[in-house]
């Protein structure tokens, strides 16, 4: 995502011609592009993306069943006691 945001504010600065963007060649303003593509396609290719997935879906079940139990009274706070 940052690379997107880079390469939309390079593509800004260019089309308002900001100096020094202005005197940049095209090729270097949509290089972060090419690289979110390369960053999605390596992420994509070695499971990154499903493992953060699978990770952030594990702290939601977590987070859930510890609610749970502390609803039924069962919950770290009331096992201290």
């Known amino acids: 995502m940052g690379f997107v945001l880079i390469g939309v504010l390079l593509l800004l600065l260019k089309w308002q ?5 202005a005197g940049w060649s095209w090729w270097l303003v949509l290089s972060p592009f090419a690289a ?4 999605w396609a390596w992420a994509d290719a070695s499971g990154y993306t499903q493992k953060r997935a699978m990770r952030s879906l594990d702290e939601k079940k977590a987070q859930r069943r510890e609610r749970t139990l502390e609803a039924l009274g069962q919950g ?5 006691r």
């Open 17 to 21: 011609e900001v100096a020094p963007v």
């Open 36 to 39: 979110a593509v390369l960053w």
């Open 76 to 80: 770290e706070k009331q096992r201290r």
